[in-house]
């Protein structure tokens, strides 16, 4: 709300008359020289020589319907209205004239002056007003519909004020409006009028907290001069229009606390001067338009509590001046793009409560401004946070309820101790590799054996063994499928680990394509130092279900193995938990196999003291017995290595 007229001055007259009683009694002028008494007010018929009779009558009018001896201009003596006042209506407060013979009122400026009443229909005699504020008093009753001869208007103030009924169609009729400012004044249960579309020199709408109901007009979309359009807090159902995305020159937009649902309009993205976009607080679907990345000037964007899902558009992380992103309570799903690491003036970014998944990037360290990261009940988004992240200077950081882990790092644990508000799982970590195959393909692996890849993966699907493609995910975008053609392994592999006597891997599978002969297997996971495999993970058909299993090598070479565990034709997280034994007394080494986050079955006890972990691979991980019948493929998503923590979910 914004107001033209707060403090209204004296009347010229009475100053005048001050100033020339001072010289008197000063003896700078005779006496015979003194001012003649001022001339009060009787009637307008009396007046009708200093103003336009009609004029005075719908300002006595006014005053008398809104209970003008109780303003609080005239309860303090100030410039009063009618009778007792001057003669020249136009000496009252908050009334301006222009000069012509008569006078006409051109502006009234009543804001916050205890009217209390509803406004006459005269008051649209008032043909020459160009300014009308009355906002913040007490007015009732309808809006009279003789505000369509104000056809000089350009401004109107109605604000605050407890209106009954609905705006009238006859103010699209009032096409001088350049600013209509109808906040909070009593409108409940109506519908915007869509003749509001004809005031296509408006650069200022605000019709916020009303208790509109029914659709946002789409002939709004014809006030191509607006800056600034408010429909906040009402009771508005349907989609936003298409045709709001011809407003190029509109800077606010607030549409929050409404219900309504639909798709955001890619037209947005049209909106090249947009600095605020308030969407929140309303039953909004399907996803976040890429479109939203052309706004260079666009400085909040705030899609929180609505029903929006698919992924973060990467391309968010082209607008150079955001300061605040808010999309909590939402169903976004997919991995935080990189590409918000771009947004150097970025001071909020809210994401929790949503289906958010993956790494948290180490890009978002590039957000150099940024003071409060919430990723709270994510509860996909997993393993380390990144070191990287200490460089910034953040008030509140929440991850409850991901899976994501602390760093066992004494820099990490110092940077964590300086944030005052903050909300962690608990968990820490020493992370060895991960890779969810975001890239594209498989070059974050250390190579591919029998695939004839070294690196990256073939596109074509007739050739490849290891495909990375967008059908194949399971997790985020991508995913990497495992052909079996033929019986010979091949597989991905990672020499990340170093000497380790602690290793555990999580990673995603899907064997719903695959087909397999009752009883045939295969490995589908192997740790591996120099000359020997110290664990694999196997797949078997048995029966019309398959079934995996963890084996341990012993010091004696050995391979005692889990006993068999279902595992779903469907997507699941797998992860292995293996051990070296410490102890060569009592051998303590051991594996455990968790399937979709429940741990399923182990080997313990073992003497293993002499085997390190070295090389992992992942994929079709030895061949395949000759008498054998395996072909299709199996997916393969979410990879990720650690020294000691688990995990899951």
């Known amino acids: 709300m914004k107001s033209k007229f707060h403090t209204v001055g004296k009347p010229i007259s009475v100053i005048i008359s001050l100033v020339m009683v001072l010289a008197l009694a000063a003896g700078v002028i005779p006496a015979q020289a003194a001012p003649q008494q001022i001339i009060l007010f009787t009637n307008c018929a009396a007046s009708n020589t200093i103003i336009l009779e009609a004029d005075c009558d719908a300002l006595m009018d006014l005053y008398t319907a809104t209970t003008g001896a109780s ?247 082209n607008l150079p001046v955001l300061q605040q992103l808010l999309l909590y309570n939402n169903q976004l799903s997919g991995p935080i793009p990189p590409e918000l690491g771009n947004l150097s003036a970025l001071q909020q970014l809210e994401l929790n409560n949503n289906l958010l998944s993956g790494h948290l990037p180490k890009e978002l360290a590039g957000d150099t401004a940024l003071t409060k990261l919430t990723l709270n009940n994510n509860p996909d988004l997993y393993w380390t946070i990144p070191l990287e992240f200490t460089a910034l200077t953040l008030g509140e950081l929440n991850y409850i309820g991901t899976s994501l882990c602390a760093p066992n790092d004494a820099g990490f644990t110092a940077w964590l101790g300086t944030i005052p508000l903050k909300g962690t799982n608990g968990l820490t970590c020493d992370p060895i590799f991960a890779d969810g195959f975001e890239s594209g393909d498989t070059s974050a692996w250390s190579g591919a054996v029998g695939a004839n890849i070294p690196q990256g993966a073939y596109t074509a699907e007739a050739l490849c063994k290891l495909c990375v493609n967008t059908l194949s995910a399971q997790v985020n975008t991508y995913g990497l499928k495992v052909r079996v053609p033929d019986k010979k392994p091949h597989f991905l592999t990672d020499t990340s680990p170093t000497a380790e006597t602690r290793y555990r891997a999580r990673f995603y599978v899907n064997i719903k394509t695959l087909k397999m002969s009752n009883n045939n297997n295969f490995k589908i996971l192997m740790g591996r130092s120099d000359t020997t495999a110290p664990f694999f993970v196997q797949v078997r058909k048995y029966g019309l279900k398959y079934q995996i299993r963890a084996a341990i090598r012993t010091n004696g070479g050995t391979m005692p193995k889990t006993a068999w565990v279902l595992l779903p034709k469907k997507s699941v997280p797998v992860e292995i938990d293996w051990m070296a034994s410490d102890n060569l007394v009592t051998p303590n080494g051991y594996i455990e196999l968790f399937v979709n986050n429940v741990s399923k079955a182990s080997k313990t006890g073992i003497a293993n003291d002499t085997h390190v972990i070295e090389t992992v691979r992942l994929g079709l991980t030895s061949k395949i017995k000759l008498a054998f019948n395996i072909s299709g493929y199996f997916l393969l998503d979410a990879f990720t290595s650690d020294k000691t923590t688990y995990m899951g979910p």
């Open 71 to 317: 303003w609080t201009n005239t309860v303090a003596v100030d410039t009063i209205w009618g009778p007792g006042g001057d003669a020249d209506p136009c000496t009252w407060y908050g009334v301006t004239c222009n000069t012509s013979t008569p006078k006409r009122v051109t502006q009234i400026g009543l804001y916050g002056n205890n009217l209390d009443g509803s406004l006459p229909a005269s008051i649209g005699d008032l043909t020459a007003l160009t300014n009308l504020d009355l906002g913040f008093n007490y007015i009732t009753g309808a809006l009279p519909t003789s505000i369509e001869n104000f056809t000089n208007l350009k401004y109107l103030t109605l604000s605050n004020n407890l209106f009954t009924g609905s705006i009238p169609t006859e103010i699209g009729n009032v096409n001088s409006l350049v600013d209509l400012e109808l906040e909070s004044s009593g409108f409940t249960g109506s519908t915007i009028p869509t003749s509001i579309g004809n005031l296509t020199n408006l650069t200022y709408l605000s019709l916020s907290g009303n208790g509109f109901t029914g659709s946002i007009p789409a002939s709004l979309g014809n006030l191509t001069a607006l800056t600034n359009l408010h429909l906040g807090d009402n009771s508005l159902t349907g989609s936003i229009p298409e045709e709001l995305g011809n407003l190029t020159e509109v800077y606010y937009l607030t549409f929050w606390d409404n219900t309504l649902s639909g798709n955001i309009p890619s037209t947005f993205g049209n909106l090249t001067k947009l600095k605020y976009l308030h969407l929140e607080n309303n039953s909004l679907t399907g996803s976040i338009p890429p479109e939203l990345g052309n706004l260079p000037v666009l400085q909040r964007l705030m899609l929180y509590n609505n029903q929006l899902s698919g992924p973060i558009p990467p391309e968010l992380g």
